[in-house]
């Protein structure tokens, strides 16, 4: 298994990280995607990545604080894109449910963060919580690098648009919520187009749901899609990885 995205960088995790990890390679997991969402966690995230090759980085600035964007915020982005530990720009996009940024902000953070992904030929990870139709007008208006629509939960607009221009969905521990509602959306996805994540230490599915998620928790998730999708656990876990490798790249494979 491949967890595509995990702040393992966290806090959350500073009494225990070795064993966390220790616990994700025993459970089968054979890479992890460390999430980079401003220039402080990313820093971490890529002193993780030099500790491990089986850790990799990512870089951006996460819509919360899309304020302070600045053109010193896009030289750092285009400087830590070509790192080759950093496999993906994000996680970016549009968030207006806490709205920590002005709306006009994040969207100028995004469009500038899309279009240096492209530069850097580096995919990119979304995070969409209630702005379903002005991500989808986004992405739809620059296409230009591959997109993960990460722990996807959005509604059919932004599924449309992501299965219209070939993207990816990542799907979290929520698909085995009590209260998910979205099994048509993980039927909906081709399975070449899927990835796993745990976007830990958030959202531990059952039977962990409460605790600090980690990375060898990501079986649940897979086990709940494979018997949505009506497939083995192993046929879906080896199409995951599969894809997260194509889509991050070099890394990842030399990691193996």
Known sequence: MID??????????????????QRAWAAGLSHIVVIG????????ALELAASDPRLSATAG??????????PGSAGWLARSLADPRVVAAGEMGLDYHYDHSPREAQHA??????????????????????ADDDVAAILRSDARTPVVLHSF???????????DLGHYLSFSGMVTFRNWALDDAVRAVPLER??????GPYLAPVPHRGKRNEPAFMKHTAERI???????????????SKNARTLFGTRLNEAR
Not at 37 to 44: D, G, T
Not at 194 to 199: A, G, H, I, N
């Open 4 to 21: 595509t995205h995990c702040h393992l960088a966290s806090a959350d995790y500073d009494a225990d990280r070795g064993e966390v990890l």
């Open 37 to 44: 969402e401003s220039p402080v966690a990313a820093a971490a």
């Open 61 to 70: 600035i996460h819509p919360h604080d899309a304020k302070d964007w600045s």
């Open 109 to 130: 953070a995004f469009r500038a963060q899309l279009a240096l992904a492209a530069q850097a030929a580096r995919p990119v990870i979304i995070h969409a919580r209630e």
């Open 153 to 163: 939960s959005s509604g059919p607009a932004l599924l449309r648009a992501g299965l």
């Open 194 to 199: 899927m990835l796993l994540e745990t976007d």
């Open 226 to 240: 494979a018997a949505v999708r009506g497939i083995d656990a192993a046929e879906l876990i080896a199409a995951t």
